[in-house]
């Protein structure tokens, strides 16, 4: 059962998100910002409404499970987890990337308390959420699994074997989110190889797709509880996201992949500012930013 | 060709039907035991298991990848998946899987790799797998075990459910003879039962040491026996372990008999020539090496034993091979290590 949180509330944690995406880039020098950013508000969205997990007992058996398929996001991630309460974000913000450390630029859960998956290699995260949806089931747990993609990372064949076999056993403990910032590295997806109509190969492939503003903390919340409340099968959101988003200078540019902020503290404090002044319409600059290539 | 055996007259139990009965055994009182293929139920033996558990047997179809991630993700939920498909696709179509998903993670997946080596002989290259040995050996936390029989495998199958994290197990396509004639048979000459991890002695012998894998273990043992007739008195070991290697019995035999050859079905680079060569350099110890296995060449079209004995894989070409590295001199003063 879902938490009892407001949307305004989880806007807040949203910032709070943001903010600590953008200061722990900092202390680590650098990072894979756009794709964190992107992901932040279904990532909140997730983890303080919907996910029924015990931060004080990450094994718990009976968890919903969270798989983050596109690892190289772990800089939303490990700070999410914390947030959640399963970490110190002080020493996640002071740690990431340095040598030693139990949290790289990709998750492992032999390292990070919380993490249900270890990633980094794209097109992993579906086959082993399907495994886990259907060791669930055959276990008679139910809870529910949740995997989030990339949209580059849907050019993976492995997705759609995964994707074949979680509608041909019918699993409905299973929802794939599909961040689609429309970037990856090289430029737009749809310029390097063109995914849509997206929404109606997952349809043709068996799940019930939604397709949303995932960047608007009130479109996530009401498709979070569509899939969650859904039975007949798998579920896919589609969560329309822009990459970088948060940040002036770069959101909707291919750029924002992977960034550096500047040497000083100063250089990162107008980002908190910007981030600040657009709690409430984040999803709106998402929807009116273009997506750039070069 | 001079081969020891045809696999039209041997078999009274294939390896592969030995992994699904016992696989179907030890299901019965272990409930996280499940199974995985990739549209080879049939072919692989999964399907005993399926059969008699069909709610724990999962066919994922054509698609290797899905295979081991599903697998790593039913492990992840407290299950003890045993994931099965050819060698060639186990470790090359879904390799990465296998070393990201199952072995990084130290999941508990059982990969049970059937068809290896040329035991698919006609099927020609895109079949065969010479190269899991090297590959499996390469990933942390994997355990890699190539049973010489049937009943071999069936023992391997029933211990490895107790060994932690990912485990590789190779088997031919399942028409090889036996060497034990019973799982109680599968001891070594004083009576140990086979252990993983543990070197088998099949036989005794002082002049020379043959150490194998798999399917040309039986070989080794005709070979030894045909020796002994020419003079040669060779001991056999089953390394049917190849990671953790048995370093002991490495050391052992190369300070008891200076000369080793090593008989396996798989590239004689990365396997268990090259495991067994990698200890006796780092112990110092003078010994002669020779490496019986597949040339550093893709296996060509034909019925397995012709390929076994092309490859001197046959106990005719062990043989061979032995009394070449009799001739070998060993120098004198290299003998000081002995001590």
């Known amino acids: 059962?879902?938490?009892?949180?407001?949307?305004?509330?989880?806007?807040?944690?949203?910032?709070?998100?943001?903010?600590?995406?953008?200061?722990?880039?900092?202390?680590?020098?650098?990072?894979?910002?756009?794709?964190?950013?992107?992901?932040?508000?279904?990532?909140?969205?997730?983890y303080f409404k919907y996910l029924n997990v015990k931060p004080e007992d990450p094994e718990w058996k009976e968890r919903d499970r969270f798989i983050m398929s596109k690892g190289h996001c772990a800089l939303a991630y490990v700070p999410v987890l914390a947030m959640r309460g399963y970490l110190d974000i002080e020493e996640v913000k002071a740690n990431f990337n340095k040598t030693g450390s139990a949290y790289g630029m990709h998750p492992s859960c032999l390292l990070v308390r919380g993490c249900d998956a270890s990633t980094g290699s794209l097109g992993h995260g579906m086959p082993m959420g399907v495994g886990m949806a259907q060791g669930l089931r055959l276990q008679k747990i139910d809870a529910k699994v949740v995997v989030m993609t990339g949209d580059g990372e849907c050019q993976e064949g492995s997705n759609w074997e995964a994707a074949m076999a979680a509608a041909h056993w019918k699993l409905n403990n299973l929802i794939w989110i599909i961040d689609r910032n429309r970037l990856e590295i090289d430029g737009p997806t749809e310029e390097v190889m063109g995914l849509?109509?997206?929404?109606?190969?997952?349809?043709?492939?068996?799940?019930?797709?939604?397709?949303?503003?995932?960047?608007?903390?009130?479109?996530?919340?009401?498709?979070?509880?569509?899939?969650?409340?859904?039975?007949?099968?798998?579920?896919c959101i589609i969560s329309v996201t822009t990459k970088g988003i948060g940040l002036e200078d770069y959101q909707g540019k291919y750029t924002s992949h992977y960034i550096s902020f500047g040497a000083s503290h100063k250089d990162i404090e107008h980002h908190f500012d910007y981030i600040d002044a657009h709690k409430d319409d984040i999803g709106k600059i998402s929807a009116e930013t273009p997506v750039q290539g070069k | 060709m001079g081969t020891a055996w045809n696999a039209h007259d041997a078999n009274k139990m294939s390896s592969g039907k030995a992994f699904g009965?016992?696989?179907?055994?030890?299901?019965?009182?272990?409930?996280?035991?499940?199974?995985?293929?990739?549209?080879?139920?049939?072919?692989?033996?999964?399907?005993?298991?399926?059969?008699?558990?069909?709610?724990?047997?999962?066919?994922?179809?054509?698609?290797?990848?899905?295979?081991?991630?599903?697998?790593?993700?039913?492990?992840?939920?407290?299950?003890?998946?045993?994931?099965?498909?050819?060698?060639?696709?186990?470790?090359?179509?879904?390799?990465?899987?296998?070393?990201?998903?199952?072995?990084?993670?130290?999941?508990?997946?059982?990969?049970?790799?059937?068809?290896?080596?040329?035991?698919?002989?006609?099927?020609?290259?895109?079949?065969?797998?010479?190269?899991?040995?090297?590959?499996?050996?390469?990933?942390?936390?994997?355990?890699?075990?190539?049973?010489?029989?049937?009943?071999?495998?069936?023992?391997?199958?029933?211990?490895?459910?107790?060994?932690?994290?990912?485990?590789?197990?190779?088997?031919?396509?399942?028409?090889?003879?036996?060497?034990?004639?019973?799982?109680?048979?599968?001891?070594?000459?004083?009576?140990?039962?086979?252990?993983?991890?543990?070197?088998?002695?099949?036989?005794?012998?002082?002049?020379?040491?043959?150490?194998?894998?798999?399917?040309?273990?039986?070989?080794?043992?005709?070979?030894?026996?045909?020796?002994?007739?020419?003079?040669?008195?060779?001991?056999?070991?089953?390394?049917?372990?190849?990671?953790?290697?048995?370093?002991?019995?490495?050391?052992?035999?190369?300070?008891?008999?200076?000369?080793?050859?090593?008989?396996?079905?798989?590239?004689?680079?990365?396997?268990?020539?090259?495991?067994?060569?990698?200890?006796?350099?780092?112990?110092g110890k003078k010994c002669i090496l020779s490496k019986i296995g597949i040339p550093d060449e893709y296996g060509p079209i034909g019925k397995p034993e012709d390929l076994y004995a092309m490859y001197k894989l046959s106990s005719q070409g062990i043989a061979e091979t032995v009394q070449e590295i009799m001739g070998a001199e060993i120098e004198e003063e290299d003998w000081s290590d002995e001590d």
């Open chain 1, 196 to 235: 849509e109509p997206l929404d109606k190969k997952v349809e043709a492939f068996g799940f019930h797709c939604i397709k949303i503003n995932g960047n608007d903390m009130a479109e996530c919340d009401k498709a979070l509880a569509e899939a969650w409340a859904y039975k007949d099968g798998p579920v």
């Open chain 1, 1 to 46: 059962m879902a938490n009892n949180i407001s949307i305004d509330e989880l806007k807040a944690k949203a910032v709070e998100l943001r903010k600590n995406i953008v200061e722990t880039t900092f202390n680590a020098s650098s990072g894979h910002v756009g794709g964190s950013m992107s992901a932040a508000d279904m990532l909140v969205a997730l």
């Open chain 2, 21 to 283: 009965q016992a696989l179907a055994e030890i299901a019965k009182d272990d409930p996280r035991i499940v199974a995985v293929t990739a549209d080879l139920a049939k072919s692989t033996n999964t399907g005993i298991f399926g059969e008699q558990f069909p709610d724990r047997m999962f066919n994922v179809g054509i698609a290797e990848q899905n295979l081991f991630g599903v697998a790593a993700g039913l492990a992840k939920t407290g299950l003890i998946p045993f994931a099965s498909t050819f060698a060639i696709f186990a470790c090359l179509r879904g390799g990465e899987q296998i070393r990201t998903d199952c072995a990084y993670q130290k999941l508990p997946v059982k990969v049970i790799a059937t068809h290896g080596g040329l035991s698919f002989g006609a099927a020609g290259t895109t079949h065969h797998c010479i190269e899991d040995f090297a590959i499996m050996r390469a990933i942390p936390n994997m355990t890699v075990c190539i049973p010489g029989d049937a009943y071999e495998c069936a023992c391997i199958i029933k211990q490895c459910v107790n060994v932690p994290g990912p485990f590789y197990l190779r088997v031919g396509r399942g028409m090889e003879p036996l060497i034990h004639e019973s799982e109680e048979d599968c001891k070594d000459i004083d009576g140990n039962p086979i252990k993983i991890g543990k070197a088998m002695k099949l036989k005794d012998g002082n002049d020379v040491t043959i150490m194998a894998v798999g399917i040309p273990t039986r070989d080794a043992l005709i070979a030894a026996e045909m020796l002994e007739e020419q003079g040669v008195s060779a001991q056999v070991i089953n390394m049917h372990t190849l990671k953790p290697v048995d370093e002991e019995a490495i050391i052992e035999a190369a300070v008891k008999t200076r000369r080793i050859v090593t008989v396996e079905e798989h590239n004689i680079i990365g396997g268990l020539g090259d495991a067994v060569a990698s200890v006796l350099a780092q112990s």
